[in-house]
């Protein structure tokens, strides 16, 4: 990767990933509960239009759950989520397909509240997939929709490197 690439690589990710602490932290007893609503997980679908920015969004979902009550389930557990929705979401072919794959993962972050909270995981599952789906799907799709009509932005997006070697 040649030396621009790589700053720019870097940048972009560190912009994401700061996006991602700062959204979920300025709403943080929001963020990590059984009614989870983190409207930092809109950023997942960003690998959508640029793989190489899920390194930032799964960064940023690692140290935001460095301060989750859950520490060590959110940052193994909760972390895994993430990086598989990202994986899943920078390999999408259709839009929409892609603000569901986030809904689809949040059965780990699920599994995390409900075992350390006591709660039932059915319904604590429900609760916080329902919330991803109003970030992801309901925000998130018109959202990225509208994103996906500015050729400018989108031709930025894609000057970002996909991975470290490139």
Do not use: H
Request: charged content about 5%; proline content about 5%.
């Amino acid at each position: 990767m040649r030396k621009n690439n790589l700053s720019m690589f870097l940048a972009y990710n560190a912009i994401v990933a700061a996006v991602y602490v700062a959204t979920s932290l300025a709403i943080a007893p929001l963020a990590f509960s059984q009614f989870q609503f983190r409207f930092a997980e809109i950023l997942t679908v960003l690998p959508f239009f640029s793989p190489g920015l899920a390194y930032g969004v799964a960064l940023g979902c690692f140290i935001t759950n460095m301060f989750s009550p859950f520490l060590l389930g959110d940052i193994t557990i909760g972390f895994l989520g993430t990086v598989l929705t990202v994986i899943f979401v920078a390999r999408g072919k259709n839009l929409f397909v892609a603000t569901l794959w986030p809904v689809l993962f949040a059965i780990f972050p699920a599994m995390v509240v409900s075992f350390y909270e006591g709660l039932p995981f059915l319904i604590t599952a429900a609760y916080i997939m329902s919330s991803e789906f109003a970030v992801t799907v309901v925000i998130g799709y018109p959202f990225y929709k509208l994103l996906s009509k500015n050729n400018y932005l989108v031709s930025r997006l894609s000057l970002i490197p996909a991975t470290w070697g490139q």
